[in-house]
T-cell receptor, first 114, second 111 residues
């Protein structure tokens, strides 16, 4: 399977704990995006990478969130000191270099903060 | 502020009927995307509409784009239960390519 993969698929954590998610994009894709989707809403943009450089962050991305993409391959999204409001589906997408190229989404990581 | 608005947000249809979902957006965009999402699943790309007047069809779904009116439609012909899902439209939010999504239209097709 050469699509976008994400790990874990589900994560349950207690409030105040740190969590880290991983995304492996389609190998030829230079751009990698993170989105968050809450129940009944469309995905909302969090941040994106072009190769290893993080080029834009949404105002939704508080200081407790950090993302990396070492060597321009896989990416990690870490949430520190989780809050109940962080409960959501975290989606990763990748695309070719030009911004207008279609984005392909991974299966998502469902985070539940208790 | 960039906005993408879909209507209706909920749609209950009988099998065999036709209906249209509308997607309006607030800024100029020369392309628009339609995605399908099944419950608890990720987004599946349905259509990429690349220019004004673009029309694409796949099975019982047909999508069109009018960039002058900032409107896209997703037409469902002779609905079947397998089409039950949430449908999202999206445009690029800026020069960096991030997508701005509508709230989605939850479609339920009943026998």
């Amino acid at each position: 399977d050469t699509g976008v993969s994400q790990d874990p698929r589900h994560k349950i954590t207690k409030r105040g704990q740190n969590v880290t998610f991983r995304c492996d994009p389609i190998s030829e894709h230079n751009r990698l995006y993170w989105y968050r989707q809450t129940l009944g809403q469309g995905p909302e943009f969090l941040t994106y990478f072009q190769n290893e450089a993080q080029l834009e962050k949404s105002r939704l991305l508080s200081d407790r969130f950090s993302a990396e993409r070492p060597k321009g391959s896989f990416s990690t999204l870490e949430i520190q000191r989780t809050e109940q409001g962080d409960s959501a589906m975290y989606l990763c997408a990748s695309s070719f270099l030009l911004p207008a190229y279609e984005q392909y989404f991974g299966p998502g990581t469902r985070l539940t903060v208790t | 502020e960039l906005k993408v608005e879909q209507n209706p947000l909920f749609l209950s249809m009988q099998e065999g009927k036709n209906y249209t979902i509308y997607c309006n957006y607030s800024t100029t965009s020369d392309r628009l995307y339609w995605y399908r999402q099944d419950p608890g699943k990720s987004l599946e790309s349905l259509f990429v509409l690349l220019s004004n007047g673009a029309v694409k069809q796949e099975g019982r779904l047909m999508a069109s784009l009018d960039t002058k009116a900032r409107l896209s439609t997703l037409h469902i012909t002779a609905a079947v239960h397998d089409l039950s899902a949430t449908y999202f439209c999206a445009i690029h939010g800026g020069s960096q390519g991030n997508l701005i999504f509508g709230k989605g239209t939850k479609l339920s097709v009943k026998p």
